[in-house]
Antibody, heavy 123, light 108 residues
Framework: EVQLVESGGGLVQPGRSLRLSCAAS????????MHWVRQAPGKGLEWVSG????????GYADSVKGRFTISRDNAKNSLYLQMNSLRAEDTALYYC????????????????WGQGTMVTVSS | EIVLTQSPATLSLSPGERATLSCRAS??????LAWYQQKPGQAPRLLIY???NRATGIPARFSGSGSGTDFTLTISSLEPEDFAVYYC??????????FGQGTKVEIK
């Protein structure tokens, strides 16, 4: 079964850090680009960051650039998101998503999603 | 940043009716547009990619069309399980990929 399972969310104070993980199974992980997408409570979807199959291409939304770092370990079939200097507006459900492409191309989409891990930033 | 505007915000229809959802981009995104369905408490589900290609396992009643700045998702005959929120997403302007604000399809 193709599956993505996120972990690492929780309650954190503003300015602190958190590291999210996403464990992939059921497909050849290193054949595909991967992404993080978030959804604030009651709001729409926001693409956060993406990484190509070999980590050669990486991108971030302006809202997180300079604070978040995406990475992957193909040997462990895992995707990560290091989140530093967290703000209240980072509070959201964070989804890990698989791309249908191996590179970060215009064509393509996110065909497999995890169930998400909740991050709450509050004092 | 490319802004995607979805309309209407809410669509009230009955099962069996045709649903037409619009997504308009603030500048051309070529055909680099995808549609997703999200039900309450669930992750999004890919329906359409590259404007008009149905994803694996998606019923034929879902179709996508358009290019440039104007796109449409059509559900030919609504089934009870189709009542949900639908999002469009553009991948034209790397790394500034954006989603629309969503259209809720509700039961009339």
């Amino acid at each position: 079964e193709v599956q993505l399972v996120e972990s690492g969310g929780g309650l954190v104070q503003p300015g602190r850090s958190l590291r999210l993980s996403c464990a992939a199974s059921g497909f050849t992980f290193d054949d595909y680009a991967m992404h993080w997408v978030r959804q604030a409570p009651g709001k729409g979807l926001e693409w956060v960051s993406g990484i190509s199959w070999n980590s050669g291409s990486i991108g971030y939304a302006d809202s997180v650039k300079g604070r978040f770092t995406i990475s992957r370990d193909n040997a462990k079939n895992s995707l990560y998101l290091q989140m530093n200097s967290l703000r209240a507006e980072d509070t959201a459900l964070y989804y890990c998503a698989k791309d249908i492409e191996w590179e970060l191309l215009g064509k393509g989409a996110f065909d497999i999603w995890g169930q998400g891990t909740m991050v709450t930033v509050s004092s | 940043e490319i802004v995607l505007t979805q309309s209407p915000a809410t669509l009230s229809l009955s099962p069996g009716e045709r649903a037409t959802l619009s997504c308009r981009a603030s500048q051309s995104v070529s055909s680099y547009l995808a549609w997703y369905q999200q039900k309450p408490g669930q992750a999004p589900r890919l329906l359409i990619y590259d404007a008009s290609n149905r994803a694996t396992g998606i019923p034929a009643r879902f179709s996508g069309s358009g290019s440039g700045t104007d796109f449409t998702l059509t559900i030919s005959s609504l089934e009870p399980e189709d009542f949900a929120v639908y999002y469009c997403q553009q991948r034209s302007n790397w790394p500034k990929w954006t989603f629309g604000q969503g259209t809720k399809v509700e039961i009339k």
